[in-house]
């Protein structure tokens, strides 16, 4: 099992008297921040039985391999985590650290990619390589190596600096004693980095620049370094992110945050909310130099994972978390929104996919872990969009780009025509799942004019994603044009599916070019496709208990009337996946049981490749009375 350094004495404050529920006021220190949704997850499905957010655009930025290292990092290394992001100078950046197997288990990397518009990543490269004690300096007895450990990877100066940042540490434990200091280096503008220092050493030991690898910064020659590095020290809000590996027994920290993982962000009435690990929030009336007494907030459900929160650019708030007191079972990854920072409601999906994990290693908790934002004043990407940052399984890494104002229903008829959108741009209203072996873009649309969704897979193990929520109907009127090159080689399965995550219609285009439909229970092959040409699909459904569907190709009725797969009382959205439906690993799947690496899982499939254009959907809104 895990040891949580900081659950001790979190239990320890709340036991002491300081939630105070009995006195507890929304708003106040007592309840910082409170859900009013009602709504929270079904735990035995990915998804959560939750809502869309509309619009969410999550692209894979490293994608593992070990035995081809080459493919990905260029080490084959697969415990990957503690995602960074920031924006500076017409470029994001992404910073997270490495292992070869196993969190807490040496050696330890950071390595840092960019990008320059969240979906085109160069291939990441080491920023803070393995630690190597200077020559005479033994590894303290009850340790095993080196590792890196972070809860903050950027910070952008007054003066338009960029650092970089990480924590040297002895394995496997980072914290307090363990902990050797925390190093920085200056990416410059083009591209460049500068040399590695050490900004703060652990103030539970001895280290200092006489026993350790790198210089203190003070010795740098660049002045204007040496300033800026001197601006973070004094930038309260930003180094209380460092406090989880150092306690600041040198009286760095001055007061008490028995918490881990800090967010913080600003509330309209101008006080800071912090935000913690295991649903723990604070107030701070002056700036962030002190917060009230840690509480923990009843109605936010979270566990070991990290809470991100921050106001959006629509003026309004968002917290993003995983709605699970689980450790090892970090999904959904959903948002919830409000408009003073105080009150939140609508539970939606951010990320609702869980793919199976290739390699296995200690603590490599499924689904969505970690997530982080852009921290105030590490940039603002053009757009009105909240950028997102967490590995997936502790594994591959991830960005999101969520739209806002955040929404979940769509009112009135869709026409998505792709003619008049940029190629290779975002996709408006459409929420997009591409992993870098299986990606999604706007390309040129083969024999016609125009742009079309394009969807390729060659993942052994995942899938290409798009689906499109529409004004939730019983009884939707809905269409679409579907182009199958004569090179494909895998299948597109297509769902009409309800709020909850229920797919009562399901057809599938095979490998062979064969077109599938679920009358019932029952699949049925209705005809081939032929290859290299445009064909359009009709669907009309009821979608009630007892409902019924009809299929036309071409314009040719295929199947009239067939039962739906599931009962349900509407649909709200049609899902295009280049892979089967999948709801492993659930919350039995072992989590800490050895086993090989998945069977091909450095290699590509042939490639499945389809076209979509021209999503019409009509019908008048649903009647749930």
């Known amino acids: 099992m895990k040891f949580h350094y900081s659950l001790f004495l979190i239990n320890l404050f709340l036991f002491l008297g ?11 220190i007592h309840e910082p921040v409170r859900y009013i949704g009602g709504v ?13 957010a ?3 655009e999550s692209r894979q930025t490293l994608r593992v391999n070990r035995s081809r290292p080459e493919l990905a990092e260029g080490h084959g290394w697969t415990y990957n985590h503690a995602s960074s992001l920031a924006y500076w100078e017409g470029k994001f950046y992404q910073q997270y650290l490495s292992n070869p197997v196993d969190e807490h288990i040496a050696p330890g990397q950071t390595l840092l990619l960019s990008s320059p518009d969240g979906k085109n990543w160069s291939k990441p490269e080491v920023i803070f390589p393995p630690y190597q004690a200077p020559e005479g300096v033994e590894v303290p007895e009850g340790y095993d190596g080196y590792m890196m450990h972070q809860r903050m990877g950027f910070y952008v100066t007054s003066g338009g600096r960029l650092l970089t940042l990480a924590f040297y540490a002895h394995a496997e434990d980072p914290f307090q004693e363990g902990g050797i200091g925390r190093v920085v280096r200056e990416i410059y503008k083009n591209g460049d980095l500068g040399p590695i220092y050490f900004i703060r050493y652990s103030s539970h030991t001895q280290w200092d620049e006489t026993n350790t690898s790198y210089p203190f910064y003070t010795s740098s020659p660049d002045q204007g370094f040496v300033e800026a590095c001197e601006e973070l020290l004094g930038n309260r809000l930003i180094t209380l992110q460092w406090r989880d590996e150092d306690r600041g027994l040198d009286g760095f920290y001055q007061g008490e945050f028995p918490g881990s993982a800090l967010s913080y962000y600003t509330r309209k009435d101008g006080k800071i909310v912090g935000l913690w690990k295991r649903s723990v929030t604070a107030l701070s009336e002056d700036g962030g130099h002190t917060f009230s007494p840690v509480t923990k907030v009843p109605t936010l459900t979270m566990a070991g994972g990290k809470v991100w929160g921050q106001a959006t650019p629509d003026g309004r708030f968002a917290l993003v978390y995983n709605p699970i007191d689980l450790d090892e079972y970090r999904y959904p990854l959903i948002t919830i929104t409000g408009e003073d920072g105080i009150i939140f409601d609508d539970m939606v999906l951010v990320q609702g996919e869980v793919p199976p994990r290739r390699f296995f290693g200690r603590w490599k908790d499924f689904g969505p872990c970690y997530v982080r934002g852009i921290v105030p004043g590490n940039g603002n990407p053009p757009g009105n969009d909240m950028w997102l940052t967490y590995s997936m399984n502790k594994e591959d890494m991830w960005v999101s780009r969520v739209p806002t104002p955040i929404r ?5 008829p869709v026409e998505d025509h792709f003619d008049e959108l940029e190629r290779d741009g975002a996709v408006p209203d459409w929420n997009i799942y591409a992993p870098i072996w299986a990606p999604i873009q706007l390309d040129t649309s083969p024999e016609k004019e125009g742009l079309s969704l394009k969807l390729m897979d060659e993942d052994p193990y995942d899938y290409a994603r798009a689906i499109r929520v529409f004004e939730e109907s019983d009884e939707p009127d809905l269409s679409f044009t579907f182009y199958v090159p004569n090179q494909n080689k895998g299948n597109l399965e297509i769902d009409l599916v309800d709020r909850f995550g229920n797919r009562p219609v399901r057809m599938r285009i095979d490998s062979l070019g064969n077109l599938w439909a679920e009358d019932g229970n029952h699949p049925k092959k209705l005809t081939k496709i032929e290859y290299d040409r445009w064909h359009h699909i009709q669907l009309k459904a009821t979608a009630t208990p007892f409902g019924n569907y009809s299929l036309w190709l071409n314009d040719r009725l295929l199947i009239q009337d067939a039962e739906l797969a599931e009962a349900v009382k509407s649909v709200e959205r049609v899902s295009f996946r280049t892979g089967e439906y999948r709801d492993l690993p659930n919350r039995k799947t072992p989590n800490e049981d050895p086993e090989p690496p998945l069977p091909g899982a450095d290699d590509k499939v042939p490639a499945a490749i389809f076209y979509i254009d021209d999503l019409s959907v009509r019908g008048s809104p649903a009647n749930l009375n």
Do not use: C, F, M, N
């Not at 929270?40 to 869309?52: K, Q």
């Not at 979940?408 to 009135?412: A, I, Q």
């Open 18 to 28: 300081t939630r105070l529920e009995s006195k507890a006021q929304t708003g106040s």
């Open 40 to 52: 929270s997850i079904d735990p035995a499905v990915h998804e959560g039985r939750l809502r869309y």
């Open 54 to 56: 509309i619009g969410v």
């Open 408 to 412: 979940h229903v769509v009112e009135g």
